[in-house]
């Protein structure tokens, strides 16, 4: 964890994890049962996937009726269970265990479909990526809605400590190679971005696409910065990148669509960064949904009482309660913090030190903006104090001399209004 | 596999920069030490007695007044002890006992308390508590009066008393380098002017304080003096008089920076601190009052939250 300076009149740097000190990939190998998360609600009555079924790897496996949503078997095996999980602010998931058999079968529907990769459609990555590791946004480049003229690839983490990004430039710049042509020729995008960090700037140049440098300092590569300082486009408050027409994709789901029509198969391992308690960084690669235990079990991590549990990085990522928890297509990390590391969050009132407002990149007017949401006035939070302007960096509650759960607000107050707004939308439809 | 372990859930970010409001005020209390300990060297017993006894009675209130409306203790986070210390700093070394329990009764109850407690007092408390001692006991802060059985090795002279009531002559003695050695009548911790400058520096590069304030109030302080003092040299003295004499060092360092009563916003900022500056000699040139910081500061703090309005645009914001 990175400390406040000394010298506290310096903005906080925060520097991104390099590849550099970072050891090889380490394999861990097919668990005896994996769970994958699908973010379709669960919804019994409508449920086609059955129980017992058999599946091989690599299988497309479609879940509900009159829908279009799958997920793709990591392993060969027979599903377990179907149930319903419940993540951060109530999000509803369908998890789908499957206990894992002892030969492995490779499914070729994809095979057969994908046909080499000069053929590749846009329908072909619609029907077969939405569930392969970096999680390619292949809903937005299906959207109609969107008309997406741009891509940017960002082949940079978007967290601190994360260095699964910069794995896959460094040891698969072919695949990425290849993932952009293909993305080019079935999305008809011209206009393909790609965003790294300087140490990645020599290695990108072989792809021989525009390479735009950020900034070695969070946040400056979340998405509404990109947005802002490289492509120079200011993303409307409570709008997406999507929304205006830029998709973005990580270089890990660029390489998985690169690797995949390839060899004919879709990659069911997930490349991700696992930080220990003392802070050391490893490579590692698992299959999708593959518990966090195993992992754990294969590096010697101990857990206790009271440690925690992060899955993605640790100013944007969501902590989980159970050593259980799978290894999903969006986990670029998993870190464990000790007991003794976790900071203590308090209710004390905001004293107005102004530190949260020197360091907000979306220059909101933080101090009175808790105000309100403290106190639960979301709407005038909303249409006075930029509650919408906010591009989700943690920077907040990362100083707050108080130990306000700033972020926490602000993410809450935005789940209450949209959930207020579906209501009153459905009241009125 | 049985899930034995119980592990500690909460939302991003996992991590913190370890800053807390206790360390920010035991700061504060270290760079206030030097000029403390100045005036205890100047004024003795007497000295550490108000000091101690302010910090202590700040505290007292705050326990009493945590335990009587049920709230959860604050006193640990240094917060009322800090309030007590920079009050003992205004007081004259002289000051009767029962003066400053009622001082630190009105800056820890009425000056904060009773809006909900730290980050919600909308006054400095210790300005608050300032004022009300001064015009209900304006004797006591007659410095000159007050300090009279002190014989130092300097003239015990309060410079601001002097210059109202003899003119510029009358401060014509005081040089830059007394000024700043604290070679001047005052309060116990409001006069070594170097101590303080050094306390300031410190909290402004530790974060503590806003520089833009505490420099935009000298600034203020400097220029509104030196154009009375070019308007008419023989009436009002100059702006390094105004700059180093009665609370202006303190009040740009340890009063005006208050958090919760001051703007965070940079431009707001600046208006914030030059006009408090502007102010105070204002009140000091041309008011009643021999020193004027305390109630510029008051003034000022009651037009922060119509500065604040003055913000940035936040970025992807509509019209």
Request: aromatic content about 10%; proline content about 4%; glycine content about 8%.
């Amino acid at each position: 964890m990175i400390k406040r300076s000394f010298i506290g009149l310096l903005k906080p740097r925060l520097e991104y994890g390099s590849v550099a000190d970072t050891p090889s990939l380490k394999q861990i190998p097919t668990p005896k049962e994996i769970t994958l998360f699908s973010n379709c609600p669960f919804d019994k009555k409508n449920l086609l996937l059955k129980k017992k079924a058999t599946v091989k790897t690599g299988q497309k496996l479609l879940l509900y009726k009159e829908s279009d949503e799958y997920v793709v078997s990591s392993v060969t095996g027979q599903v377990s269970s179907i149930s319903s999980y419940t993540g951060d602010l109530g999000r509803s998931y369908t998890a789908i265990a499957i206990e894992v058999a002892d030969d492995e079968e490779i499914d070729d529907e994809f095979k057969s479909a994908a046909g080499g990769s000069k053929d590749a459609s846009l329908e072909t990555i619609i029907n077969f990526f939405a569930f392969t590791p970096g999680n390619p946004p292949v809903k937005l480049l299906s959207d109609k809605n969107k008309s997406i003229n741009t891509i940017v690839v960002c082949c940079a983490d978007s967290d601190l400590l994360i260095t699964t990004n910069q794995y896959i430039v460094k040891s698969d710049i072919d695949a990425i190679k290849n993932g952009i042509n293909i993305l080019k020729a079935a999305t008809k995008v011209n206009d393909i971005i790609m965003v790294a960090s300087q140490s990645q700037m020599h290695e990108l140049s072989a792809t021989g696409e525009k390479v735009n440098q950020i900034n070695n300092t969070y946040p400056s590569a979340l998405p509404h910065l990109i947005m802002k300082d490289i492509l120079g486009k200011v993303v409307p408050a409570g709008k997406n990148p999507e929304d205006i027409g830029v998709c973005f994709i990580s270089a890990e789901a660029v390489a998985s669509i690169g690797n995949a029509f390839n060899s004919g198969q879709l990659p069911v391992t997930k490349t991700f960064t696992l930080v220990n308690k003392d802070d050391s960084k490893s490579l590692v690669s698992a299959r999708i949904g593959t518990p966090a235990s195993d992992i754990f079990k294969a590096f010697n991590i101990t857990l206790n009482e009271n440690d925690r549990i992060i899955f993605g990085g640790p100013m944007t990522g969501s902590s989980v309660y159970s050593e259980d928890h799978p290894v999903q297509i969006d986990t670029d990390a998993i870190v464990v913090q000790d007991r003794n590391d976790i900071p203590v969050i308090s209710d004390y009132p905001c004293t107005n030190c102004g530190d949260c407002i020197r360091v907000c990149p979306a220059n909101i007017q933080i101090n009175l903006l808790v105000r309100f949401l403290e106190i639960g006035q979301y709407e005038e939070a909303a249409d006075q104090y930029d509650l919408y302007s906010c591009i989700e960096c943690g920077l907040c509650s990362y100083v707050c001399v108080s130990g306000m759960p700033i972020f926490q607000y602000i993410r809450s107050a935005k789940y209450e209004l949209d959930r207020a707004n579906t209501a009153e939308a459905t009241n009125n439809g | 596999m049985v899930d034995n372990n119980r592990f500690i859930v909460s939302h991003a970010p996992f991590w913190h920069d370890g800053s807390r409001i206790s360390t920010r005020n035991y700061n504060i209390a270290f760079a206030a030490f030097p000029a403390i300990l100045l005036g205890i060297i100047y004024y003795g017993m007497p000295a550490v007695g108000v000091i101690s006894l302010s910090i202590s009675s700040a505290i007292i209130w705050e326990f009493i007044f945590c335990r009587v409306t049920k709230r959860s203790l604050t006193i640990g986070d240094g917060n009322a002890a800090i309030i007590g210390m920079i009050l003992g700093m205004l007081l004259p070394a002289t000051a009767p006992w029962w003066l400053v329990i009622i001082g630190t009764f009105v800056a820890v109850i009425i000056g904060k308390q009773v809006y909900g407690g730290i980050g919600a007092n909308p006054f400095n408390p210790v300005v608050v508590a300032m004022a009300i001692l001064m015009i209900s006991w304006k004797d006591i802060f007659d410095f000159n009066e007050a300090l009279i059985s002190y014989d130092l090795d300097f003239a015990m002279v309060y410079p601001l008393a002097a210059l109202k009531y003899f003119g510029v002559s009358a401060v014509d003695s005081f040089s830059m380098g007394d000024l700043l050695m604290g070679k001047q009548s005052g309060g116990i911790g409001s006069t070594f002017g170097l101590g303080l400058i050094a306390g300031g520096i410190y909290l402004i590069i530790r974060g503590i304080i806003r520089w833009e304030i505490a420099l935009s109030f000298l600034a203020g302080i400097f220029i509104t003096a030196l154009i009375f003092n070019m308007a008419d040299s023989a009436q009002y003295a100059g702006p390094v008089v105004h700059l180093f004499a009665g609370y202006t060092l303190i009040g740009a360092f340890f009063l005006a920076t208050e958090d919760s009563s001051s703007p965070v916003n940079f431009i707001p900022m600046l208006i914030y601190g030059a006009g408090t500056g502007f102010l105070a000699v204002l009140i000091r040139n041309i008011g009643v009052y021999v020193d004027g910081v305390i109630f510029a500061i008051l003034i000022m703090n009651l037009v922060n939250p119509l500065l604040d309005k003055i913000k940035p645009k936040a970025i992807g914001k509509v019209a």
